[in-house]
């Protein structure tokens, strides 16, 4: 991951991109309620639970920057098997977060060409992702890090209310 780090925008801070722990949990879900504020709080440890199964399931890896012993960004990247494509693997990546007092200082970056160079060494012929910001600045991010959103189109599917 040390390649991913020559883009860094903060020169005076020890910044390093590594795989999650467990004793990070608490360091990301802060970081995901900034992306979710409205999410409910989970008080019977389904999130821990799930951290969990994650740190052992070896095609997924939640990653995590670290500045000075503080984490201020996470990415999750999902290996997906595939049968096409030479049977090569594709990459999901969902929830890219850097802390908002941190944003616009090329952390973002650092983390998402970490989290594409694993997925280049695990052989995926593509790396995926959807957005739901609707803000320019967020658009251009994923543009400058080599995402096109004129190649595919995306459509997202949500289960039926229950009540």
């Known amino acids: 991951m040390e390649d991913a780090l020559s883009g860094a925008a903060d020169r005076s801070s020890r910044v390093s991109v590594r795989?999650?722990?467990?004793d990070d949990f608490d360091a990301i879900v802060a970081l995901y309620r900034q992306l979710h504020p409205n999410d409910p709080v989970l008080e019977h440890g389904e999130d821990r639970a799930v951290l969990d199964e994650?740190?052992?399931?070896?095609?997924?890896?939640?990653?995590?920057?670290?500045?000075?012993?503080?984490?201020?960004?996470?990415?999750?990247?999902?290996?997906?098997?595939?049968?096409?494509?030479?049977?090569?693997?594709?990459?999901?990546?969902?929830n890219v977060v850097v802390d908002e007092v941190h944003r616009g200082t090329g952390l973002g970056k650092v983390i998402m060409t970490a989290?594409?160079?694993?997925?280049?060494a695990a052989g995926?012929?593509?790396?995926?992702?959807?957005?739901?910001?609707?803000?320019?600045?967020?658009?251009?991010?994923?543009?400058a890090c080599g995402f096109s959103p004129d190649e595919k189109a995306a459509y997202l599917a949500r289960p039926p209310i229950r009540r």
């Open 115 to 120: 989290t594409l160079d694993a997925a280049w």
């Open 54 to 94: 994650i740190l052992r399931t070896p095609w997924l890896t939640l990653f995590v920057l670290e500045a000075d012993g503080h984490v201020l960004a996470t990415t999750y990247l999902n290996i997906v098997p595939n049968m096409s494509r030479s049977a090569s693997p594709y990459a999901v990546i969902e």
């Open 124 to 143: 995926c012929y593509k790396a995926m992702l959807l957005t739901g910001s609707t803000s320019t600045s967020t658009h251009a991010f994923y543009r």
């Open 19 to 22: 795989e999650a722990g467990a």
